[in-house]
């Protein structure tokens, strides 16, 4: 027969034992994501005017720090733009077009910066670019973009990519 005290001792140790898979099951995931570090971190998809999209050549991890809840995994190289240009594949693009730059998971902070100057080197912060959205200069020339992505506690990455805007005959 079951009594409320008997109902209630028999939720309690569901709920514990609940919350006991739950925690294994996260250990678990980060002791395989601590393993490879790179593939636990979030992906990055660039579309260039709604439809083309830039691919794995084309835009560069340059850096990250993961926290994973027993360690942290830190890949934080400098490069110059020398090694950069050697590195990154640029993209042919029309004058305003517009690149839309989403992750696979939410970034809690968003910074880019562009490099146009001959060196590709001093770069420039850009506004307005908390919804990812960005837009081409309209004079042709060689581009560098440095995109910054903080996801709160669990860390940053940041990403190089290049584009070259051709006028329009």
Do not use: C
Not at 19 to 26: E, L
Not at 100 to 119: C, G, H, M, V, Y
Not at 141 to 154: K, T
Request: aromatic letters at 10%.
């Amino acid at each position: 027969m079951y009594t409320p005290k008997l109902v209630i001792r028999k939720l309690l140790l569901g709920a514990v034992l609940m919350a006991a898979a739950i925690f294994i099951t996260i250990l678990i995931r980060e002791n395989m994501d601590v393993k490879d570090p790179e593939q636990a971190l979030p992906t990055i998809t660039i579309t260039v005017n709604g439809d083309l999209r830039m691919n794995d050549k084309m835009v560069f991890r340059a850096g990250y720090e993961w926290n994973f809840l027993t360690t942290v995994a830190k890949h934080t190289p400098a490069y110059t733009s020398q090694t950069l240009r050697e590195s990154l594949y640029p993209v042919d693009l029309a004058p305003n077009s517009v690149l839309k730059i989403e992750f696979s998971l939410e970034p809690k902070t968003l910074r880019i910066q562009r490099a146009s100057d001959e060196a590709l080197e001093n770069f420039v912060e850009l506004a307005d670019v908390s919804d990812g959205q960005i837009i081409t200069p309209s004079a042709p020339g060689l581009y560098l973009y440095q995109v910054e992505a903080g996801f709160g506690w669990r860390g940053s990455i940041r990403y190089f990519f290049m584009v070259r805007v051709q006028q329009m005959a």
